[in-house]
């Protein structure tokens, strides 16, 4: 899950990290509010949606008068800002972050990883900031700092130490520098964060050290226990397609494609997806209904897959371990019988209870395709969406 | 033979009396794996199904039953508590199955199980089967046959559909292990590979990959230096577009690193026969065998 800029500046600031003085608004009037609560002659209007490298796509504007501010926020509120990171679609603007401009002497990049290969939260530090840490690992990667925590003891003083001095910061510096780097540590901690990112992190001309982008993003399977931060979730910046199936458990991702995919694990709904290339047809969607799928998640994700209007054949696919596929031919039949389902439709069940399964589609007299293998699924399925854009 | 299950393993089943654990222990005492305990908290002195004796805890579990594996299908909540517990009862060979353990608890048991010396396979995995001789886990007795093929995966229902494959043509499986498909795992592709290599009843081994992260590519580095069995690969997620995270939370393609395309080309270098879809792996076996 991610949150928005001034959301994770407001988290990281409780936590001791140096953030610039300023606040959201959700209007014009408010924006210029916020000048008068900051005060300083210069400022920046950020617009907060979930994406970086806003600067370039016009989302960051700096300001010398009420009037600059009023006008900056005025354009970014209510627009789509497309960025390199949004897709062509972009990402609707319903906030700004109005900040002090601060004099900037120097950028630098810090970020706290959880590292699949050390099994750790690592800390990687680099003396120019700015650029995506993917560019800088590419160009200079021997200039790339890394502690790694132990879990056992956490981030220990001296490793931000070492970070701060390898940055090449002066001894005031090194102090600040150390207690955004520990803060960072602790929030990333505390709040089960997967990512904290300064980028930058500056210097500014009176020598002091403030966080002046971050990012943060967080463990979906650890909000049940951050309440705090569940609630900084913000809808309008996801598909909303995809936003509703977390709600009912599923897991869906939009494709490009016609043949709608229902399917129990995401291994197999990936080589499902890719046997449905294989036989010449293109998946609309990814869509994994997990173990133990009951009726109402299996009619729900039909729902799902048929409110993509492009989707002209679906191909239920379910290998049942965990699961079992008399709940998922029980969800097959109640979902027809509920949603209207207009588009030809092949079921291919195997494992656990496969036979009681198969035997409630048979019964329920409903024109369901059956196949045995996944190969012969995908090439009904494929055949099934062709005779239906023939016809 | 096979690796890390067979008819010396005595289960304790952690969460015994939840839907799945209930449902899934019957599966298995049904398949002849010698199910020899169960915990729930609360419910020690019950007696599950007539047949197994259910604990409090599991330092009792272990200290009445000398049970040396055990199998976890506790909520994802509670879950990393559960796999502590049973590394300090001394069990061996741990099975965690459920999925949405928060990551940062991973970090922390982790290092716990390593210095007791257990070995956690999953969490987010279907456990894994000997057949004919323990299954300990969910992945469906009856589409196993025993034999001589090892078969290890990332995933549960797609290592399901490679193995059904695999019987329907003859080829009986050593063992099955599915790892889990969450970033942090306890036991990685290459622990399993070793210990196929080692396995005298082992001739071949199929391994199950996916989009995200680099752990085929150094498996398929170690297949290169230390195996001389032959090895069958396939990656799923051929298709997926990059950036998005495919289910998983360990599948998601990031920049150029992590695509199928790069891990094929990785396997083909090792020396792997790749599959380009699961219904090869018949083919690619008696090209190798």
Redesign the interface.
């Known amino acids: 899950m991610d949150i928005h800029e001034y959301q994770a500046k407001e988290l990281l600031s409780g936590f001791g990290v140096p953030v610039p003085k300023g606040g959201v608004a959700y209007s014009a009037e408010q924006a210029v509010y916020r000048t008068t609560e900051i005060g300083g002659s210069r400022w920046v209007v950020k617009a907060q949606i979930h994406s970086g490298a806003r600067g370039k796509a016009g989302g960051v504007r700096l300001c010398a008068t009420d009037a600059d501010v009023r006008q900056a926020a005025k354009d970014l509120l209510g627009k789509v800002l497309v960025t390199r990171q949004t897709g062509p679609e972009g990402l609707p603007v319903h906030r700004v972050l109005v900040e002090q401009a601060l004099p900037i002497e120097r950028e630098l990049y810090v970020g706290l990883v ?1 590292d ?2 050390h ?3 690592v800390v990687v530090a680099h003396p120019h900031g700015g650029m995506e840490i ?1 560019e800088i690992a590419q160009r200079e990667p021997a200039a790339i700092l890394r502690e790694v925590v ?3 003891v956490g981030m220990r003083s001296f490793q931000a130490r070492e970070l701060a001095f390898g940055l090449g910061l002066g001894t005031q510096q090194v102090n600040e520098a150390m207690a955004a780097v520990l803060g960072a540590y602790r929030a990333f ?1 505390d709040l ?1 964060a ?1 990512m904290v990112e300064f980028n930058p992190l500056v210097v500014v001309e009176d020598g002091h050290v403030f966080a002046l982008d971050v990012k943060m993003s967080f ?1 979906d ?2 909000m ?2 951050r309440p705090n931060v569940a609630e900084l979730r913000d809808y309008a910046q996801e598909d909303p397609r995809e936003a509703d199936a977390a709600e009912h458990g599923l ?1 869906y ?1 939009a ?1 490009d494609g016609d043949i709608g995919c229902i ?9 499902t ?3 449905i ?2 036989s010449g047809g293109e ?1 609309a969607n ?1 869509l ?1 209904i ?3 799928a009951s009726p109402d998640r299996v009619a729900a994700a039909f729902r799902l897959v048929l409110s993509d209007r492009n989707v002209k054949a679906i191909l239920v696919n ?5 699961n079992r596929c008399d709940w998922v031919a029980e969800g097959v039949v109640q979902a027809i019988r509920e949603v209207r389902v207009p588009v030809p439709l092949v079921v291919r069940l ?3 209870n496969v036979d009681e399964g198969r035997r409630i589609l048979q019964q329920s007299g409903l024109p369901i395709l059956t196949a045995a ?3 012969e699924a995908a090439e009904r399925v494929v055949a099934a969406r062709n005779a239906g854009a023939a016809a | 033979m096979s690796i890390f299950v067979d008819q010396q393993t005595r289960l304790v089943v952690q969460g015994i009396t939840g ?2 654990g209930s449902f ?1 222990t019957r ?1 298995m005492l049904g398949y002849g794996t010698k199910v020899v305990a169960g915990v729930t908290p609360g419910k020690g002195g019950q007696v599950f199904d007539g047949v197994v004796p259910v604990f409090d805890t599991m330092a009792d579990a272990v200290a009445e039953t000398r049970a040396n594996t055990s199998i976890i299908y506790v909520p ?2 509670v879950a990393a508590s559960a796999i502590f517990e049973a590394a300090d009862a001394g069990i061996a060979l741990i099975v965690c ?1 459920t ?10 048991v ?2 716990y199980l390593h210095e007791r010396g257990a070995r956690l396979i999953g969490p987010n995995c ?1 456990g894994l089967i000997s057949p004919s001789r323990s299954k300990v886990g ?3 007795g009856n ?1 196993c046959r025993p034999g001589r093929i090892g078969v290890v ?9 490679i193995v ?1 494959q695999l019987s329907g043509a003859g080829y009986g499986q050593s063992t099955c292990v599915g790892i889990g ?1 969450d ?2 795992i306890g036991t990685s592709f290459i622990h399993c590979l070793s210990a196929f290599q080692a396995d005298p009843d082992t001739d071949a081994v199929v391994m ?1 990959g ?2 995200g ?3 085929e590519q150094l498996a398929a580095d170690f297949i290169q230096q230390a195996m001389s069995k032959p090895v069958i690969g ?1 990656i ?6 990059p950036g ?8 998601i393609i ?2 150029s690193s992590g695509t199928a395309a790069e891990k094929m080309a990785a396997f083909a270098r090792a020396g792997i026969a790749v599959m ?4 090869d792996v018949v083919t690619l076996l008696k090209e190798r065998l």
């Open positions: 959880l699949r290969k099994e750790r939260i993917e132990e879990p056992a901690r089960d997967t463990d399977n650890a049940f226990r897991n991702v494709l399917i129990n694990g995401a291994g197999l709904a990936m080589a997806m890719d046997m290339q294989h998946p990814f994994d997990g173990g133990g379910v290998f049942a371990g965990i195997a494992g656990t293998t996944l190969s | 839907r799945d899934h599966q994802a909540a199955i999925e949405g353990i928060p990551v940062l608890d991973m970090t922390r982790l290092p279907p969910i992945i469906p589409i995966s990332r995933s549960g229902t797609l290592t399901y559909e059904h498909g970033p942090l199950i996916e989009i992260g680099t752990d396939f799923a997620g051929q298709t997926a577009p998005r995270r495919m289910g998983h939370a360990g599948a990031a920049g380009k879809r699961p219904a």
